[in-house]
């Protein structure tokens, strides 16, 4: 199912054919530089979080992570969409990209297609927690009208809390 699409760039649900990207967004050591937890070193780790936790958001909350897909090549190059975090009681605007890709707009283009339709689901603000040092995360929270709210731990790390009423 199509979210958004840009000139560049589709959000879409993830479906099963993603579950390889899903696999190098999470085992990248350059992607994972400022995400909390271990790499995933098989792609049944991979199809697991496809399916207890992406799916599951879909199913329950009617949104979850969106595959972004770049349009010149048909290539699922990230995520970016909302989920639900439980130790906050918020929606976070979360996004992760291969690295051939940073440094290009496309964080801060997919961002504003998502936050664009939070309200289709009921969503009236959002947060981006972002592991400190983590500079180009901060960038795209910034260009996307985030701004810091406080610092705080999640998952063990200290996090900045970025954070925008929509």
Known sequence: MIIAQTDRLILRHFEAKD????????????VLTYIPGEPMTCLSQAQQIFENVVLKSYQERG???????????????G???PTFIKEFNEVELGYRYLPEYWGKGIGSEAGL?????????DIQQAIALILLGNKGSEGVARK???????RDKFMGHKVNVFHKCL
Do not use: Q, T
């Open 79 to 81: 995520f970016c969409g």
């Open 19 to 30: 579950i390889e990207v899903i696999f190098l967004l999470n085992s990248i050591p350059e």
């Open 113 to 121: 297609a998502a936050l664009a339709h939070f309200k289709d689901y």
């Open 63 to 77: 949104y979850g992570r969106w595959a972004v897909e770049h349009k010149s090549d048909g290539k699922v190059i």
């Open 144 to 150: 996307v009208g985030m701004k810091l709210r406080s």
